[in-house]
Protein backbone atom coordinates (compact mmCIF):
# COMPACT_ATOMS: atom_id res chain seq x y z
CA UNK A 1 0.00 0.00 0.00
CA UNK A 2 1.39 3.34 -1.09
CA UNK A 3 2.78 5.66 1.75
CA UNK A 4 0.85 8.46 2.11
CA UNK A 5 3.87 10.72 3.49
CA UNK A 6 5.71 10.34 -0.14
CA UNK A 7 4.94 12.55 -2.80
CA UNK A 8 5.70 10.83 -5.56
CA UNK A 9 4.83 13.26 -8.27
CA UNK A 10 7.37 16.14 -6.75
CA UNK A 11 10.01 13.31 -6.97
CA UNK A 12 9.67 12.45 -9.90
CA UNK A 13 9.91 15.99 -10.78
CA UNK A 14 12.84 16.38 -9.12
CA UNK A 15 14.39 13.43 -11.00
CA UNK A 16 13.30 14.53 -14.49
CA UNK A 17 14.72 17.99 -14.07
CA UNK A 18 17.89 15.97 -12.66
CA UNK A 19 18.42 14.03 -16.13
CA UNK A 20 17.12 17.46 -18.15
CA UNK A 21 19.54 19.61 -16.89
CA UNK A 22 22.40 16.71 -16.48
CA UNK A 23 23.25 17.33 -12.60
CA UNK A 24 22.03 18.13 -9.38
CA UNK A 25 23.53 21.13 -8.83
CA UNK A 26 21.57 22.67 -11.95
CA UNK A 27 18.70 21.08 -11.17
CA UNK A 28 18.85 22.27 -7.74
CA UNK A 29 19.45 26.15 -8.96
CA UNK A 30 16.56 25.21 -11.39
CA UNK A 31 14.03 23.97 -8.10
CA UNK A 32 15.81 26.53 -5.82
CA UNK A 33 16.40 23.83 -3.50
CA UNK A 34 19.75 23.02 -2.53
CA UNK A 35 22.27 20.42 -4.24
CA UNK A 36 22.14 18.40 -0.68
CA UNK A 37 18.71 18.19 -0.98
CA UNK A 38 18.39 17.38 -4.71
CA UNK A 39 21.04 14.48 -4.12
CA UNK A 40 19.05 13.15 -0.94
CA UNK A 41 15.51 13.10 -2.67
CA UNK A 42 17.15 10.82 -5.45
CA UNK A 43 19.30 8.34 -2.92
CA UNK A 44 15.55 7.90 -0.80
CA UNK A 45 13.86 7.72 -4.22
CA UNK A 46 16.57 4.97 -5.22
CA UNK A 47 16.38 3.13 -1.97
CA UNK A 48 12.52 3.03 -2.16
CA UNK A 49 12.81 1.49 -5.79
CA UNK A 50 15.53 -0.79 -4.97
CA UNK A 51 17.33 0.15 -7.88
CA UNK A 52 20.22 2.36 -8.81
CA UNK A 53 18.47 4.71 -11.24
CA UNK A 54 21.74 7.33 -11.65
CA UNK A 55 25.59 6.85 -12.06
CA UNK A 56 27.36 9.26 -10.39
CA UNK A 57 30.75 10.96 -11.16
CA UNK A 58 32.68 14.06 -11.00
CA UNK A 59 32.37 14.63 -14.75
CA UNK A 60 29.07 13.64 -16.04
CA UNK A 61 25.93 11.99 -15.06
CA UNK A 62 24.67 8.69 -16.83
CA UNK A 63 21.50 6.84 -16.10
CA UNK A 64 21.16 3.12 -15.95
CA UNK A 65 19.27 1.10 -17.95
CA UNK A 66 16.31 1.34 -15.28
CA UNK A 67 16.92 4.97 -14.64
CA UNK A 68 16.00 5.34 -18.72
CA UNK A 69 13.18 2.99 -18.31
CA UNK A 70 11.72 4.84 -14.86
CA UNK A 71 12.66 8.33 -16.80
CA UNK A 72 10.34 7.37 -20.05
CA UNK A 73 7.58 6.82 -17.75
CA UNK A 74 8.01 9.77 -15.04
CA UNK A 75 7.78 12.46 -18.39
CA UNK A 76 4.82 10.66 -19.32
CA UNK A 77 2.83 10.95 -16.14
CA UNK A 78 3.51 14.21 -15.49
CA UNK A 79 2.68 15.31 -19.03
CA UNK A 80 -0.78 13.54 -18.46
CA UNK A 81 -1.31 15.40 -14.74
CA UNK A 82 -0.08 18.71 -16.72
CA UNK A 83 -2.44 17.77 -19.28
CA UNK A 84 -5.05 16.97 -17.03
CA UNK A 85 -4.75 20.37 -15.05
CA UNK A 86 -4.79 22.22 -18.42
CA UNK A 87 -7.87 20.25 -19.69
CA UNK A 88 -9.96 20.86 -16.34
CA UNK A 89 -9.02 24.57 -16.76
CA UNK A 90 -9.65 25.16 -20.38
CA UNK A 91 -12.84 22.96 -20.44
CA UNK A 92 -10.92 19.94 -22.38
CA UNK A 93 -10.52 22.45 -25.45
CA UNK A 94 -6.74 21.32 -26.77
CA UNK A 95 -4.02 23.95 -25.55
CA UNK A 96 -0.45 24.38 -24.80
CA UNK A 97 2.69 23.43 -27.15
CA UNK A 98 3.07 21.29 -29.22
CA UNK A 99 6.61 21.12 -30.53
CA UNK A 100 7.17 19.51 -34.02
CA UNK A 101 10.17 18.18 -35.94
CA UNK A 102 9.59 17.56 -39.68
CA UNK A 103 12.29 17.05 -42.55
CA UNK A 104 12.90 19.83 -44.04
CA UNK A 105 10.99 19.15 -47.52
CA UNK A 106 7.81 18.27 -46.03
CA UNK A 107 7.73 21.20 -43.50
CA UNK A 108 8.15 23.34 -46.26
CA UNK A 109 6.53 22.30 -48.65
CA UNK A 110 3.34 20.34 -47.11
CA UNK A 111 3.66 21.19 -43.23
CA UNK A 112 4.31 25.24 -43.35
CA UNK A 113 1.19 25.80 -45.53
CA UNK A 114 -0.81 24.14 -42.95
CA UNK A 115 -0.03 25.56 -39.69
CA UNK A 116 -2.18 28.68 -40.57
CA UNK A 117 -5.06 26.74 -40.57
CA UNK A 118 -4.23 24.50 -37.59
CA UNK A 119 -3.78 27.60 -36.04
CA UNK A 120 -7.09 29.11 -36.57
CA UNK A 121 -8.98 26.26 -35.29
CA UNK A 122 -6.95 25.68 -32.18
CA UNK A 123 -5.77 29.33 -30.98
CA UNK A 124 -5.16 28.19 -27.25
CA UNK A 125 -2.21 25.94 -29.40
CA UNK A 126 1.20 27.24 -29.67
CA UNK A 127 3.27 25.37 -32.61
CA UNK A 128 7.06 24.75 -31.62
CA UNK A 129 8.17 23.91 -35.08
CA UNK A 130 12.08 22.43 -36.18
CA UNK A 131 12.79 21.66 -39.48
CA UNK A 132 15.82 18.81 -39.80
CA UNK A 133 16.22 16.01 -42.51
CA UNK A 134 17.95 14.08 -39.09
CA UNK A 135 16.24 11.44 -37.41
CA UNK A 136 15.66 13.02 -33.79
CA UNK A 137 14.74 11.60 -30.25
CA UNK A 138 11.78 13.01 -29.43
CA UNK A 139 12.18 12.01 -25.58
CA UNK A 140 15.71 13.63 -25.68
CA UNK A 141 14.85 16.31 -28.02
CA UNK A 142 11.75 17.04 -26.08
CA UNK A 143 9.65 16.42 -29.30
CA UNK A 144 5.56 15.61 -29.31
CA UNK A 145 5.63 14.92 -32.69
CA UNK A 146 8.01 14.21 -36.24
CA UNK A 147 7.46 13.79 -39.56
CA UNK A 148 9.34 10.78 -41.05
CA UNK A 149 9.65 10.02 -44.73
CA UNK A 150 10.57 6.84 -45.47
CA UNK A 151 10.86 3.10 -43.78
CA UNK A 152 10.47 3.61 -39.77
CA UNK A 153 13.07 1.83 -37.59
CA UNK A 154 11.71 -0.78 -35.24
CA UNK A 155 10.87 1.76 -31.94
CA UNK A 156 8.17 1.79 -28.77
CA UNK A 157 7.15 4.95 -31.14
CA UNK A 158 3.46 4.97 -32.31
CA UNK A 159 3.22 5.92 -35.79
CA UNK A 160 0.14 7.33 -37.88
CA UNK A 161 0.27 7.22 -41.85
CA UNK A 162 -0.07 10.51 -43.45
CA UNK A 163 0.10 9.27 -46.99
CA UNK A 164 3.41 8.04 -49.47
CA UNK A 165 4.80 10.13 -52.37
CA UNK A 166 6.43 8.13 -55.41
CA UNK A 167 10.41 9.10 -56.13
CA UNK A 168 11.67 10.72 -59.35
CA UNK A 169 14.60 11.10 -61.09
CA UNK A 170 14.87 15.03 -62.08
CA UNK A 171 17.01 17.68 -63.55
CA UNK A 172 16.56 21.25 -64.85
CA UNK A 173 16.31 21.77 -68.80
CA UNK A 174 19.05 23.58 -68.58
CA UNK A 175 21.58 21.15 -67.23
CA UNK A 176 19.97 18.48 -69.95
CA UNK A 177 20.39 20.91 -72.93
CA UNK A 178 24.19 21.40 -71.77
CA UNK A 179 24.82 17.39 -70.97
CA UNK A 180 22.18 15.71 -72.79
CA UNK A 181 19.60 13.73 -71.74
CA UNK A 182 20.22 10.07 -70.03
CA UNK A 183 18.82 7.19 -72.34
CA UNK A 184 19.66 4.07 -70.04
CA UNK A 185 21.86 3.38 -67.17
CA UNK A 186 24.74 3.49 -68.82
CA UNK A 187 24.75 7.15 -69.60
CA UNK A 188 24.59 8.08 -66.20
CA UNK A 189 28.55 7.78 -65.90
CA UNK A 190 28.57 10.93 -67.86
CA UNK A 191 25.94 12.68 -65.47
CA UNK A 192 26.30 14.27 -62.31
CA UNK A 193 23.96 12.35 -59.62
CA UNK A 194 23.55 14.64 -56.40
CA UNK A 195 23.80 12.68 -53.56
CA UNK A 196 22.96 12.99 -49.79
CA UNK A 197 25.63 13.18 -46.90
CA UNK A 198 24.07 11.46 -43.81
CA UNK A 199 23.61 8.54 -42.43
CA UNK A 200 20.45 7.16 -43.44
CA UNK A 201 20.43 8.43 -47.06
CA UNK A 202 20.54 5.98 -49.59
CA UNK A 203 23.75 5.85 -50.72
CA UNK A 204 22.76 4.28 -54.57
CA UNK A 205 19.54 4.75 -56.94
CA UNK A 206 17.51 1.94 -58.04
CA UNK A 207 16.47 1.17 -61.48
CA UNK A 208 14.44 -1.28 -63.00
CA UNK A 209 16.25 -2.85 -65.69
CA UNK A 210 15.17 -5.74 -67.76
CA UNK A 211 12.41 -7.13 -65.23
CA UNK A 212 15.40 -7.02 -62.65
CA UNK A 213 16.67 -3.69 -60.25
CA UNK A 214 19.64 -2.07 -60.60
CA UNK A 215 21.63 0.25 -58.67
CA UNK A 216 23.61 2.97 -59.54
CA UNK A 217 25.93 5.22 -56.68
CA UNK A 218 25.04 8.83 -56.37
CA UNK A 219 28.72 9.36 -56.65
CA UNK A 220 28.66 13.22 -58.14
CA UNK A 221 30.58 15.81 -57.08
CA UNK A 222 27.86 17.65 -54.66
CA UNK A 223 26.30 16.18 -51.20
CA UNK A 224 24.19 17.65 -49.17
CA UNK A 225 22.15 17.14 -46.09
CA UNK A 226 18.78 17.97 -46.98
CA UNK A 227 16.48 17.33 -49.51
CA UNK A 228 16.00 21.00 -50.20
CA UNK A 229 19.41 21.52 -51.07
CA UNK A 230 19.55 18.55 -53.37
CA UNK A 231 16.37 20.66 -54.94
CA UNK A 232 18.09 24.00 -55.25
CA UNK A 233 21.16 22.38 -56.60
CA UNK A 234 19.13 21.12 -59.48
CA UNK A 235 17.31 24.13 -60.25
CA UNK A 236 20.22 25.54 -59.93
CA UNK A 237 21.38 23.03 -62.88
CA UNK A 238 23.66 21.18 -61.06
CA UNK A 239 22.84 17.77 -61.40
CA UNK A 240 20.79 15.04 -61.39
CA UNK A 241 18.89 14.70 -58.16
CA UNK A 242 16.49 11.55 -56.86
CA UNK A 243 13.22 13.10 -54.85
CA UNK A 244 9.82 12.31 -53.68
CA UNK A 245 7.28 14.19 -56.38
CA UNK A 246 5.71 15.72 -52.56
CA UNK A 247 8.76 17.55 -52.87
CA UNK A 248 9.56 18.41 -56.95
CA UNK A 249 6.18 17.94 -57.80
CA UNK A 250 5.35 21.63 -58.21
CA UNK A 251 8.68 22.17 -60.29
CA UNK A 252 7.91 19.40 -62.42
CA UNK A 253 4.62 20.82 -63.41
CA UNK A 254 5.70 24.33 -64.20
CA UNK A 255 8.73 22.79 -65.84
CA UNK A 256 12.02 24.11 -63.72
CA UNK A 257 12.95 20.14 -62.93
CA UNK A 258 12.45 17.58 -65.97
CA UNK A 259 11.63 13.92 -65.16
CA UNK A 260 14.10 11.21 -66.81
CA UNK A 261 14.46 7.86 -67.08
CA UNK A 262 10.92 7.45 -66.35
CA UNK A 263 10.86 3.97 -67.92
CA UNK A 264 13.27 2.89 -65.80
CA UNK A 265 11.73 3.94 -62.58
CA UNK A 266 11.18 0.86 -60.40
CA UNK A 267 8.18 2.38 -58.73
CA UNK A 268 9.14 2.88 -55.30
CA UNK A 269 7.59 5.15 -52.94
CA UNK A 270 8.35 7.01 -49.37
CA UNK A 271 5.56 6.34 -47.10
CA UNK A 272 5.33 9.32 -44.67
CA UNK A 273 4.12 9.01 -41.11
CA UNK A 274 3.47 11.32 -37.83
CA UNK A 275 5.39 9.85 -34.94
CA UNK A 276 4.70 9.88 -31.39
CA UNK A 277 5.77 8.90 -27.90
CA UNK A 278 2.67 7.82 -26.49
CA UNK A 279 0.13 5.15 -26.76
CA UNK A 280 -4.00 6.64 -27.54
CA UNK A 281 -4.32 6.86 -23.20
CA UNK A 282 -0.98 8.49 -23.11
CA UNK A 283 -1.56 11.28 -25.67
CA UNK A 284 -2.29 15.18 -24.61
CA UNK A 285 -5.42 16.61 -26.46
CA UNK A 286 -2.85 19.17 -28.31
CA UNK A 287 -0.85 16.87 -29.91
CA UNK A 288 -3.85 14.28 -30.73
CA UNK A 289 -5.58 17.60 -32.24
CA UNK A 290 -2.89 18.23 -34.20
CA UNK A 291 -2.14 14.91 -36.06
CA UNK A 292 -5.60 14.36 -36.39
CA UNK A 293 -5.97 17.68 -38.56
CA UNK A 294 -2.77 16.61 -40.26
CA UNK A 295 -4.14 13.45 -40.92
CA UNK A 296 -7.17 15.08 -42.68
CA UNK A 297 -5.46 17.94 -44.40
CA UNK A 298 -2.75 16.41 -46.24
CA UNK A 299 -2.71 15.69 -49.66
CA UNK A 300 0.16 13.94 -51.38
CA UNK A 301 0.92 13.52 -55.25
Not at 52 to 74: D, I, P
Not at 99 to 112: D, K, M, Q
Not at 275 to 287: D, E, L, T, W
Amino acid sequence: MPRPDINRTAEMEVFTRVVALAGFSAAARSLRMTPSAVSKLVARLEARLGTRLVNRSTRKLQLTAEGLAFHERCQRILTDIEEAEREAAAGAAPRGRVRVNASVPFGTHHLLPLVPGFLARYPEVTIDLVLNDQVIDLLEQRADVAIRVGPLRASRLVARKLGDSAMVVAAAPSYLAQRGTPDGLAALAAHNLIGFNFARSFEEWPFREDGRIATIPANGNAQVGDGESARLLALAGVGLARLARIHVGTDIAAGRLVPVLEALNPGDREEIHAVHAGQGGHMPSRVRAFIDYLVKAVRLP
